[in-house]
Nanobody, 113 residues
Framework: QVQLVQSGGGLVQAGGSLRLSCTVS????????MEWYRQVPGKQRELVTT???????TYADSVKGRFTISRDNAKNTVYLQMSSLKPEDTAVYYC???????WGQGTQVIVAS
């Protein structure tokens, strides 16, 4: 059974930082391409960043230079380090195994101005 369990998130002032974690079980994590999405109520879920099994990453233009995705295969965990946060980064953040139906439970991030 594949499970993705997220942690982190919360309330932060604009300009602050947060780190999200997503721990995966039930799959060979090191082979997975991992993604982070975010969703604001009333809008479609937006792809934020992707990291390949080899550690290569891509980012949405809106977060480039501020967010960093990383992975620790020994811990079966992917991270999203968010810095210089803006109020428009407020959303529920989800991790996902690329190309599958498997999602994390979602983590609320609120950036106060």
């Amino acid at each position: 059974q594949v499970q993705l369990v997220q942690s982190g998130g919360g309330l932060v002032q604009a300009g602050g930082s947060l780190r999200l974690s997503c721990t995966v079980s039930g799959t060979i994590f090191s082979r997975n391409v991992m993604e982070w999405y975010r969703q604001v109520p009333g809008k479609q879920r937006e792809l934020v960043t992707t990291i390949t099994s080899g550690g290569n990453s891509t980012y949405a233009d809106s977060v480039k230079g501020r967010f960093t995705i990383s992975r620790d295969n020994a811990k079966n965990t992917v991270y999203l380090q968010m810095s210089s946060l803006k109020p428009e980064d407020t959303a529920v953040y989800y991790c996902r195994i690329w190309g599958t139906i498997y999602w994390g439970q979602g983590t609320q991030v609120i950036v106060a101005s």
